[in-house]
């Protein structure tokens, strides 16, 4: 059973409870989008939105993913980011 290149790497034979993913989108994402996604934060540059979150699991990303869909905006890039290149624990 192959594995889908968006599934969580494994940590030391563990699987790691969150994920942190950064996705690029055409357009601005309405705030309202950013406020109703807990942890969601984004950044505006020329025509696109940077958004960074940290999700639970496929299920969740790809969640988002079609709530982005559902408000026009096309997303241009999903990168998978390694756990010490975040900064989202507080």
């Given at each position: 059973m192959s594995r889908s290149p968006l599934a969580a790497a494994t940590v030391g034979g563990?699987?790691?409870?969150?994920?942190d993913y950064e996705i690029r989108?055409?357009?601005?994402?309405?705030?309202?989008?950013?406020?109703e996604i807990s942890g969601?934060?984004?950044?505006?540059?020329?025509?696109?939105?940077?958004?960074?979150c940290q999700l639970e699991d496929s299920a969740e990303l790809h969640g988002l993913l079609a709530r982005i869909a559902s408000r026009g905006l096309d997303v241009v890039e999903l990168r998978v980011l390694p756990a010490e290149a975040t900064h989202l624990e507080g």
């Open positions: 563990m699987q790691p409870t969150t994920q989108v055409t357009g601005m994402v309405p705030t309202d989008l950013l406020d969601l934060g984004g950044v505006s540059v020329d025509s696109s939105t940077t958004l960074v």
